[in-house]
């Protein structure tokens, strides 16, 4: 057997619609804001010189926007760019597009809060609203995502020749959380407290690095997942790029982002120079 390292750079989608209504949003699949899409835009320039293989992402519309972002302004070509539910955020269920700011009363049975629309927030890791999932529903599913999609990209990568396999996942805040601490789990030595005392940012990024044993393959119809022998996170809540992205005044920041929308300078294309530069100061 032969061993490969491969990175992988987790990042959270722009601000969402939703992100702005102080909703439980998981499966509910609300587009980025125009504020949101400038978040994205500033991401992908900020990784713009770094390499991927492949962008995966959520097939929820705030992560494939964000991930398409990535993809367009990659300087050594065009990788490609991969969906899977896999990579959703956390399913809550019935609580979805409902209020997140409900306070827990103990003097009244939770069946009967959720009855009157209130859905606080849960006390374990196993609790979870009805057809929802909980965050150890999440957790076993981030596992599956490394064990039958990411982890098996990476080996067939190395296998085909390529010495250091970079991979984008762009997906959702709690969902992300869940994968690094599912993937530390092959590392007993893996550090991964940050995760711990730290709410990644809208388009923040965190990178692990994943030192594997590579399995020879046998039946060239399926893959197999390689064996992790290092895990080490080395970056976490990376916003540095969120540092030159101010929101637009006038509310135009938080509407819904419209890729049929024209920005406001192509009325004015037959202009003059100077009044285009005007424009962009």
Known sequence: MSRTRATFTFVRHGEST???????????????SRHGMNQAQ?????LAGTRFNAIYSSPLKRAALTAQAIQNQQQTGSP????????????????????STGKRDPDIPLSEQYSRGIFPHSMSRSERYPEGESLEDVYDRAGKSWTEVLLPYAQEQARAGIEHVHIAVVSHGIF???ALRALAKHDRHA????????WLRNTAWARVVVDMEIIEQEDETTLS???????ELTHFNQCDHLNTVTRQKGGIGREAYDARQKDIRGFFGAGSSSKRRGLDK
């Not at 550090?191 to 730290?198: K, L, N, R, T, V």
């Not at 997942?225 to 895990?231: D, E, F, G, K, W």
Request: proline residues 7%.
């Open 80 to 99: 490609p760019h991969l969906m899977t539910p896999l990579l959703r955020e956390q399913h809550f269920g019935v609580a979805e597009g409902k209020p």
């Open 191 to 198: 550090h991964i407290s940050a995760c711990d005392f730290q």
């Open 18 to 32: 939703d992100n702005l209504r102080a909703v439980w949003a998981g499966w509910t699949d609300a587009t980025l």
């Open 225 to 231: 997942s390689p064996n992790v022998m290092r895990v």
């Open 42 to 46: 500033a991401v992908g320039a900020a």
């Open 176 to 178: 992300i959380k869940e």
